[in-house]
DNA sequence: CCCAAGACCTGGCGGC
DNA sequence: TGCCGCCAGGTCTTGG
C-alpha cells in the first residue's frame, strides 16, 4: 500500500545502508514489473556510489553520477536491507548489492512496481516530468488547489488523487484528509471555495506529516524497511472504517465508490 | 484538454 | 477443505 508516508519512510529507512555506498551489482530474478526492467541496468550501475537517495512522489530516487535508478514500489511493493546470503522468496525480484556486503531487496508480489534507468536530467523523465507539486512543499497551498479546482467537473477526492495536481495522495490519506477538512469525497472540485481549499490543503498536509512521523500506515502487506510495522492505522479516521462509528459524532460512516476507488465518509461531519 | 474506464498482476478474504 | 468471485495500496493508457 506504499502511499507517500511510506515511500518516506522506506526511504528513511534505507539511507544508512545506502547512501553513499557503492553499488556492486544487481541481481534481477523477475524483470517483468509494470515495465520491464531495463537488460543492462546491472552493468551500467555496478560500481556507481549512490550520491543521495531522495523522493518525489512516491518514486525514490538513486541519483548516481550521470543519472539515477528510479524506484516504484506500485501497490504491493516493499524494499528491505538483508545482510547478503538470506535466501530470496518468491516475489523477491530485485536486488541490490551494497559496498559493505548488504542487500538491498525489492519484494513486489503484484508486480505494479518498476526499477529503470533515467539518465541525467533525471528530472526529465517521462514518469518525473509533468507531476505535480510536493503536498509538503511551501508552494502546495489552498490559492494553488483552488485553480486548478476552479473549473474541474471531477470530484475533490479525485483531483487531489491527480498526480499531476500533487503527488503522492492515495486512497487512504485523501479519505483521510477530506474527513479532517470536513469535505464529501464526491463534491465536484468546481464546487469547492477558496477557504475549503486551504482548510483541504492544510488537512493533506497535516494527515501525511502524522503518518510519516508514526512510520506510515499497517495494512496487509506493508512492513518498514527495518522490518517493522508501521503505526498510523491506529489514527485512522475513516479509511477501511465503513459501518464504525465515526470518531467525532458517532454516526455510522458510510462507503461509496468515487473514481473507482473506495470513499468512507461521515456524512454528518463531511458536507 | 478533460474525463471515465480499462489495463496490468497476485493474494487474501468471505461465502457457499 | 475447496472453489469462486470480489477486493486491494498505483497510475499509465486508451477512447470518447
Known sequence: MPELPEVETTRRGIVPWVEGRVIQGIT?????????????????????????????????IFELDGGAVLLHLGMSGSLRVN???????????????MEGGCCLRLTDPRRFGAVLWAPAP????WLLRDLGLEPLDGEFTGDYLYE????????????????????GVGNIYANEALFHAGIRPGIAARRITRARCSRLVEAIKSTLEDA????????????GSDGQPGYFSQ????????????????????????GQRSSVYCSHCQQ
Open 122 to 125: 533525471v528530472d526529465a523523465h
Open 148 to 167: 486548478h479546482a476552479r473549473h474541474r467537473r471531477v470530484s475533490i477526492k479525485d483531483l487531489v488523487m491527480n498526480a499531476k495536481v500533487v503527488v
Open 28 to 60: 534481477v530474478r523477475e524483470p517483468r514489473l509494470r515495465w520491464p526492467v531495463p537488460p543492462g541496468i546491472g552493468e551500467r550501475v555496478a560500481g556507481e556510489r549512490v550520491h543521495r537517495i531522495r523522493r518525489r512522489g512516491k518514486y525514490l
Open 83 to 97: 545482510p547478503s546470503g538470506v535466501p530470496p522468496g518468491k516475489h523477491d525480484h530485485v536486488d541490490f548489492l
Open 235 to 258: 489514527q485512522l479516521c475513516v479509511y477501511g472504517r465503513r459501518g464504525e462509528p465515526c470518531r467525532i459524532c458517532g454516526s455510522v460512516l458510510k462507503a461509496a465508490k468515487i
Open 212 to 223: 510519516i512521523r508514526a512510520g506510515g500506515t499497517t495494512l496487509r502487506d506493508f512492513v
